[in-house]
């Protein structure tokens, strides 16, 4: 009983979704290592205390998203991006 709910509402809420496709790993890391510059730049042309703070979290977040898709990248064997 509780696998056909399951799989009832799974339906229901995946029926009228489009599908989607993520880019390539290799898309991923490219688009991730120019948020991470991005967000450097943006850093050091900023003045206003409140946005330092912001421009901080936004170099560390888009760092560890970075960090993570290297990981995976590596992981599943793929060794020859520019971007290490």
Aim: aromatic share 12%; net charge positive.
């Amino acid at each position: 009983m509780k696998t056909t709910l399951t799989n009832f509402f799974s339906t229901l809420l995946h029926k009228d979704m489009p599908a989607t496709k993520c880019p390539p790993l290799r898309e991923q890391l490219e688009q991730a290592r120019h948020e991470w510059l991005s967000a450097q730049n943006y850093y050091n042309n900023v003045s206003d205390a409140d946005l330092i703070d912001y421009a901080t979290y936004h170099i560390q977040a888009a760092e560890k998203k970075y960090i993570y898709l290297l990981k995976r990248a590596r992981h599943e064997g793929l060794r020859s991006s520019p971007f290490h």
